[in-house]
């Protein structure tokens, strides 16, 4: 956290190597974030791209309070939802799969179990489904989490608790 803050001070002071770090630290983050939303990898990527641009292009707005991945991770959730009204045939259903392409016995399980979370997550609503993928996946904080869904931290503590015993009620129907 401390160094993204480093080089957020030192980009804000022109040196643009420094913000060239961030975008290779976060990039591929930001994709699969972006893509939890959209449902398609070339415009997730389109839209994570936009978000770095965004905040190259305003970085004086960055407020140094916060952590960079939580200020992205908010560009990149508002990016994804102003796409999603402008475009409204995308459906809300899916978590990326980033799994390694090794054909074992171990992976194909593996990914069947994964395949089974996901499928079980998908069914659950948007809100949900981002809690879940923001403290669950990302390893966000429920106070950054909570800046990103824009809510507060107890919404959000309710939002995981029952989004998680959801997804529990869900796995257990499927035996």
């Known amino acids: ?4 803050l480093e080089l957020m001070q030192r980009f804000k002071n022109g040196d643009e190597e420094s913000f060239e770090k961030l975008v290779v630290k976060y990039r591929k983050n930001a994709i699969c974030f972006c893509e939890s939303f959209i449902h398609d990898y070339h415009i997730a990527e389109d839209i994570a791209q936009e978000g770095f641009a965004y905040i190259y292009v305003y970085k004086e707005r960055y407020n ?5 991945k939580t200020y992205l991770f908010t560009i990149l ?6 796409y999603i009204r402008k475009n409204r045939s995308i459906p809300l259903e899916k ?3 980033n799994i390694s392409p090794y054909e074992t016995e171990k992976f194909v399980l593996q990914k069947e179990e994964r395949n089974l979370i996901k499928e079980k997550i998908n069914k659950l609503n948007d809100d949900y489904r981002t809690v879940i993928y923001l403290i669950d996946f990302q390893e966000f904080s429920y106070k950054d989490a909570a800046k990103i869904m824009g809510k507060n931290l107890i919404q959000i503590k309710v939002l995981i608790y029952r989004a998680r015993q959801r997804l529990k009620l869900l796995i257990k129907e499927e035996g």
Do not use: H
């Open 95 to 97: 978590i990326p799969d």
């Open 77 to 82: 959730r508002n990016k994804s939802i102003d």
């Open 1 to 4: 956290m401390e160094e993204d």
């Open 64 to 68: 140094e309070k916060y952590a960079f």
